[in-house]
């Protein structure tokens, strides 16, 4: 019904530069709050960034300064711009989309398949 497609991770250098980006497809009536999930290995999933419907942002401590989330509304797309790479941000790179299907309905939440972002020294 739904699917986000992530793209854009690869291998990056040390203060080096990436720029991911997820596609939201489908059923959707509108999308509230979009975000972006790094796993690390043996990790939990954890928050890096996320961006509401009209533009307001909200990161992680350890990506403030470096990391800079965006959307476009009218493309159903997400983005992060990870600038000052460092090998710890080293991750699976997992998007998340808050979507309303229907007007008189709760919206849903759904994952991408994620992007693995590996950072070397």
């Known amino acids: 019904q739904v699917q986000l497609v992530e793209s854009g991770g690869g291998l990056g250098q040390a203060g080096g530069a990436l720029r991911l980006s997820c596609a939201a497809s489908?059923?959707?009536?509108?999308?509230?709050?979009m975000g972006w999930y790094p796993q690390g290995p043996g990790n939990q999933r954890e928050l890096v960034a996320t961006i509401t419907r009209g533009g307001t942002t909200n990161y992680a401590d350890s990506v403030k300064d470096r990391f800079t989330i965006s959307r476009d509304n009218a493309k159903n797309t997400v983005y992060l711009q990870m600038n000052s790479l460092k090998p710890e941000d080293t991750a699976v790179y997992y998007c998340n989309a808050d979507i309303k299907h229907r007007v008189f309905a709760p919206s849903n939440l759904y994952w991408g398949q994620g992007t693995q972002v590996t950072v070397s020294s």
């Open positions: 489908g059923s959707i009536l509108s999308i509230n709050d």
